[in-house]
């Protein structure tokens, strides 16, 4: 990973109580057009970070796989369908499929996805900063923020704008 990524992801480590707590806060309000600003803050944390120079999420998360996911997977990358689950994922109460193996089996060395053009849906949403009702998922992007450099932009973003004047 790019060094000025992980100097972000030190950062985020350091502030990740305050950053959970403003998150925290900021969730019992109604705010207005508050999915369009933090889309916008996505933009603008992605043009700044450039993925293929970090990885982490797919070195470190394993993402979920529906089954559609997983018949997309298989096919691109000639893998027998029932193996691949065997031994590469794990069935979450919760969560459905999930990936195991930790990097991600797809990953390639330089952070490229071999799959890149039929990837999860959850890997496409990942850091889920362009959904909708993200006032309600904040406390998600707060625990993101310890592996995404982009997610602790846009949370530092969010709290300036609307929690400014409170910096730790
Ligand atoms: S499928 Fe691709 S994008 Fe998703 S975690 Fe694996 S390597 Fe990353
Ligand atoms: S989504 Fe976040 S953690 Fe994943 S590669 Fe991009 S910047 Fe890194």
Redesign the pocket.
Known sequence: MEHEYELLLEKSRERNDFIKRQMKYLGKFNMKNFDHVVADFHEEAFALIDCLKC?N??RT???K?NEPDIKR?CKAFGLDQKRFVAESLVRDEDLGWM?AVM??????DDN?????DV??R???D?PYTRERGIQRALGRLAFNTEFCPAAYLIAEKIIERYAPGITK
């Not at 990097?103 to 390639?108: D, I």
């Open positions: 990885g999420c797919c998360i394993g993402p796989m997977a990936v990097p991600c089996p797809f990953l390639r490229a996805c071999d799959i890149y990837r999860p959850d890997c496409d990942f």
